[in-house]
């Protein structure tokens, strides 16, 4: 498995940016999949964005397609969220995940996939 420690959260003003980066350690981080989600207070986990191994593939939902954006940098085991133009309704903890698999399936195989996530970092945005 993989070990993931997000950093840098904070606290930002609604139209502002954050980079989320998140610091893997284990053999497999080169030929996995990656991913980041979101959870809110009283909230279900959201899929925020996720990356193929090589990291030719993105994916993003709706919410934050144009805004936010996932990149990896496999010589410095790193993979990022650029988040832009941010938005109250943004506010969560963010985590990342390590995949079994080399490119993401989905959110339906998210549960069955993800199996290594990082401890949280908090990103509140204030109106």
């Known amino acids: 498995q993989v070990q993931l420690v997000e950093s840098g959260g904070g606290l930002v003003q609604a139209g502002g940016s954050l980079r989320l980066s998140c610091a893997a350690s284990?053999?497999?981080?080169?030929?996995?999949?990656m991913g980041w989600f979101r959870q809110a207070p009283g909230k279900e986990r959201d899929f925020v964005a996720a990356?193929?191994?090589?990291?030719?593939?993105?994916y993003y939902p709706d919410s934050v397609k144009g805004r936010f954006t996932i990149s990896r940098d496999n010589a410095k085991n790193t993979v990022y969220l650029q988040m832009n133009s941010l938005k109250p309704e943004d506010t969560a903890v963010y985590y990342c995940?390590?995949?079994?698999?080399?490119?993401?399936?989905?959110?339906?195989?998210?549960?069955?996939?993800?199996?290594?996530w990082g401890q949280g970092t908090q990103v509140t945005v204030s109106s």
């Open positions: 995940a390590a995949s079994r698999w080399t490119d993401f399936r989905g959110i339906s195989y998210v549960g069955v996939d993800f199996n290594s």
């Open positions: 990356i193929s191994w090589n990291g030719d593939n993105t």
């Open positions: 284990g053999r497999t981080f080169s030929s996995a999949a």
